[in-house]
């Protein structure tokens, strides 16, 4: 992923914020859960997260590839969080715990996903950063590969922040 964003890389989150951030992401999200989603970082600029291949996930049963609808809800999950890990970014004067609720009001207004070739692997890699991130709303791009960092699927999403 080439960066363009508007978020500064340099930003070091407290763990208090990476721990509630990652509650509320593997936790509180119960979908994620059932995806299998775990967070591998979260920095100002870029989320990585990993999903390894479930049974429950098998889209095509002859070949064991992901479903397209794992992929889909695993690009704008990835999103949100690259949405909320800015925003986190952007009121850095905030003490953690007020940071974690502005996430309210996040949702989803657009998303897009191009499925570039089968999801079949083992395991999944899956990164997203913010390229605006505007008062009312933000704009994100993301990736879905394979383990070996093979693109599978891009997608592309607006999130309402406000």
Known sequence: MTRHTEVAPDIEFEPEFIEGLKNIFEELIVFNQ???????????????ARMDMRRELVGHYAHNR??????SAGL???G???VMAAIGARHMDEPPAER?????????????????????ADHFELRAEVMRL?????ST???????DGKLFSTGSAAYIVS
């Open 34 to 48: 059932v995806l299998g989603l775990r967070i591998t970082s979260i920095k100002a600029d870029r989320v990585t």
């Open 66 to 71: 992901v479903h397209g609808g794992v992929i």
């Open 76 to 78: 704008d999950t990835m």
């Open 80 to 82: 949100g969080l690259a």
């Open 100 to 120: 974690l609720l502005r996430f309210g009001k996040l949702g989803t207004i657009d998303l897009r996903v191009d499925y570039l070739r089968p999801g079949i």
């Open 134 to 138: 505007g008062s009312r709303v933000a």
């Open 141 to 147: 791009r993301m990736e879905f590969c394979g383990p």
